[in-house]
């Protein structure tokens, strides 16, 4: 049945993008109902949503698509498109369809292979009506993509010398969109559009013909028409015609020639029929492989992807979306086995229309034991046997359909047949105890319904999501809840329920991851205030100049050091007072040159200066390299100020930005509370009609028993007015 719920799952990502002095985390939905946009560190705050799309966040893609040459465009479609397949062949489905949208989102990364990719995707997830948007838009991706390669000069996919391909061509793309699309039309019920979608198939290959008649055979039910297409191969020439001897090579075709049979029973051609239905009792399936896209555009029920996610879990478990060969050899077998099983009561069902009892008694005597059909194979065995009265036969069947079918309705109607017969071999007080105990399995079963009918209006639907639950339940609560799963609406609105279900634990996850965001931008909104009030003491204008003055006073030093080779300018405390001193005692000794003799004290005066001169000239060297390293650390540090003056001024720009992120982590709040109200609304609604189509679905087994009780006491009635019918012949003689 197709998935009416038209919800997209989403997926959400963490992104740090870092400024000078802050790191703040971006909210990213990735959805199809949500536009993907993406925050760089450098990014402008005044530019559109759609701006916004389009922008990268990884340094690993920085470089805008549209600067990469027309070949590189194409290699990275083809590695963006192969990231996609790696999370579809991990198992995570959702994960592969988020990594799709992205990349035409973000790289305008639209292949017709990642196009027709998405649409399984979506078919493997339930969302059926989003799957058929797709296929029915994949034509004019075909075409941009083909435009493209030509422009890069690319060459379409071709054979080599040993006849396998390089790749899945364009034609051949284009013709698993028609067929899968008209699949999903037919599954919601859309005939005439699969009709028209059929049409514009004009010939494919043999490889696909099973599935394009197959299909064309639904989408025309009942009619039988003759499909248009051609097929690109000679043995398959007549398989058009109803009468052709068509080979099993699949299962497929096995279904064609069921199909064919079904047809050739409502037009009363027996004959053909009969000869179609004996081929295909006693057909062997060939062993076939599928394909990549075959195994894609295969739902996946919700307890697989449960299977999956907790695979994700556990690395131990191994991959549901492969199978062994132990599993493709079972699951061969068991569709050889339910295609000769259905064929077989096909036959039995044509005899018994034509009133040919004997041949379905025939027929259903070597009916497997454990078969789907097994139920309706027993009751249409003792039927054939009570006409070609092997009573002993069709009584001991009759009672194994009582007792092992107690909740069906060929169970029901075996216990008035047992009645019947016993009525027309034994004593009329054994046909009223008979007609009894039919009646007291009416009553149960309609006690037993009402039961049912109560404890389900007061029992929560969530046991009822998986299968694996229902089967746990024990009593006749879960035998009525099997048989009403029965109903492929029911069943849908069970599978509706369970997604809403994952998806809500997902919404609620979101919600908390979208939580944290709010306390980051929260602190990281502190700690920038902070660090503004911090910054906003140091008077960064003054430090500078300081710095700058310093580091002059150092490089006029170092030159006039090196100019004039004169040490003194690298002296220290101690040796500015000794040279100091030096020139004091040499104006001294030139103040008194002519009053006395000055001779003496001028030899000790130069003595003292050349020792001072040689301690200078000794450490001029490793002075002038201090100085030197000091004028190296100096413009450092002035580098490093007015770098951390201009991180001051960014951080205190951005501010704007840190709001705009604000902005965007409430809208998506926003969503969330939206969307979990929209899930909470539709959960209710899909709810409400659960219980409806349960409550549709007592009212008619309780009609169904009702009649039958009916019909038994009817009977009953008919037994005790024969038993008493002799005693007032008596009493009148």
Not at 41 to 50: K, N
Not at 89 to 94: A, P, T, V
Not at 258 to 277: S, W
Not at 628 to 645: R, Y
Request: a negative charge.
């Amino acid at each position: 049945m197709p998935v009416n719920m038209n919800q997209a799952f989403r997926d959400f990502s963490r992104y740090a993008v870092a400024t000078p002095q802050l790191k703040a985390i971006i909210l990213l939905i990735v959805s199809g109902c949500f536009s993907t946009a993406a925050i760089s560190a450098d990014m402008p705050t005044d530019v559109s949503t759609d701006e916004l799309n389009k922008q990268p966040t990884e340094v690993a893609h920085s470089t805008a698509a549209t600067n990469l040459t027309l070949a590189q465009q194409a290699n990275l479609r083809n590695k963006l498109y192969r990231q996609a397949l790696y999370f579809y062949f991990e198992g995570d489905y959702n994960a592969a369809l988020s990594q799709v949208s992205l990349n035409r989102q973000r790289f305008d990364a639209d292949t017709a292979k990642s196009h027709l990719f998405e649409a399984g995707l979506q078919v493997s997830i339930g969302l059926h009506h989003q799957a058929t948007e797709t296929l029915a838009t994949f034509e004019q991706a075909l075409i941009q993509q083909q435009a493209n390669d030509k422009l890069a000069g690319l060459e379409p996919p071709t054979e080599d010398k040993q006849g396998s391909k390089t790749a899945t061509s364009a034609d051949e793309l284009k013709l698993i969109a028609l067929l899968q699309l008209s699949e999903q039309q037919i599954e919601q019920g859309k005939h005439s559009a699969a009709q028209q979608t059929l049409a514009n198939i004009t010939q494919l290959p043999a490889s696909y013909a099973e599935q394009y008649q197959i299909l064309h055979q639904l989408a025309y039910w009942p009619a039988s028409v003759t499909p248009s297409a051609k097929i690109l191969d000679e043995s398959y020439a007549g398989s058009n015609q109803a009468d052709t001897e068509l080979t099993a090579k699949s299962s497929l075709s096995a279904y064609v020639m069921l199909n064919q049979a079904l047809q050739l029973m409502q037009a009363k051609d027996y004959q053909r029929a009969e000869t179609l239905l004996v081929r295909i009792k006693n057909i062997n399936l060939a062993a076939t492989e599928t394909n990549f896209w075959q195994s894609l555009f295969t739902e996946k029920s919700p307890q697989q992807r449960a299977q999956v996610s907790s695979k994700n879990v556990n690395k131990e478990m191994t991959d549901i979306s492969i199978m062994t060969a132990d599993e493709l050899k079972a699951d061969k077998q068991i569709q050889q086995q339910a295609i000769n099983d259905y064929a077989q009561l096909l036959l039995a069902q044509m005899y018994v229309k034509q009133g040919l009892y004997q041949a379905a008694f025939d027929q259903l005597q070597d009916f497997p034991e454990h078969s789907p059909y097994t139920e309706s194979a027993l009751f249409l065995f003792a039927f054939s046997a009570q006409q070609v009265k092997q009573y002993d036969t069709s009584l001991a069947l009759l009672d194994l359909l009582k007792r092992d079918y107690q909740y069906s309705q060929l169970g029901w109607q075996s216990a008035l047949l047992i009645s019947a017969q016993i009525k027309q071999q034994n004593t009329l007080s054994e046909s009223l105890y008979s007609y009894q105990q039919a009646e007291q399995l009416y009553v149960e079963q309609l006690a037993d319904l009402a039961r049912f009918h109560t404890d389900i209006k007061q029992t929560e639907l969530t046991p009822l999501l998986f299968n694996s639950n229902v089967n746990a339940q024990t009593g006749a609560n879960s035998q009525w809840l099997q048989k009403a799963l029965e109903n492929p609406e029911l069943k849908h609105d069970i599978d509706t329920l369970s997604e809403l279900s994952l998806l809500t634990s997902n919404i609620d996850r979101q919600q908390q991851k979208n939580a944290w965001i709010k306390e980051s931008l929260t602190l990281n909104k502190q700690r920038q205030a902070r660090i503004i009030e911090q910054q906003s003491q140091t008077q960064y204008p003054e430090l500078i100049q300081q710095l700058t003055n310093q580091k002059q006073l150092l490089a006029q030093k170092i030159t006039e050091a090196e100019a004039q080779e004169n040490a003194d300018v690298f002296a220290n405390d101690a040796e500015q007072a000794w040279l100091k001193r030096v020139n004091e005692s040499e104006n001294i000794i030139k103040a008194i040159s002519g009053q006395r003799s000055t001779e003496e004290y001028q030899q000790r005066l130069s003595r003292v200066k050349a020792v001072l001169n040689w301690e200078l000239q000794q450490q001029f060297p490793q002075r002038l390299w201090q100085h030197k390293k000091l004028l190296k650390q100096v413009d450092q540090q002035l580098v490093l100020v007015s770098q951390q003056q201009q991180r001051f001024a960014q951080l205190a720009n951005s501010q704007q930005q840190t709001t705009a992120f604000e902005q965007r982590q409430a809208q998506a709040e926003t969503r969330l509370v939206t969307t979990t109200q929209n899930i909470a609304a539709l959960e209710a609604s899909i709810k409400a009609q659960i219980q409806q189509k349960i409550s549709v679905f007592v009212s008619e087994q309780q009609i169904q028993l009702e009649q039958l009780l009916l019909a038994s006491r009817h009977e009953m009635a008919a037994v005790l007015e024969q038993m008493s019918q002799p005693v007032i012949n008596g009493e009148e003689l």
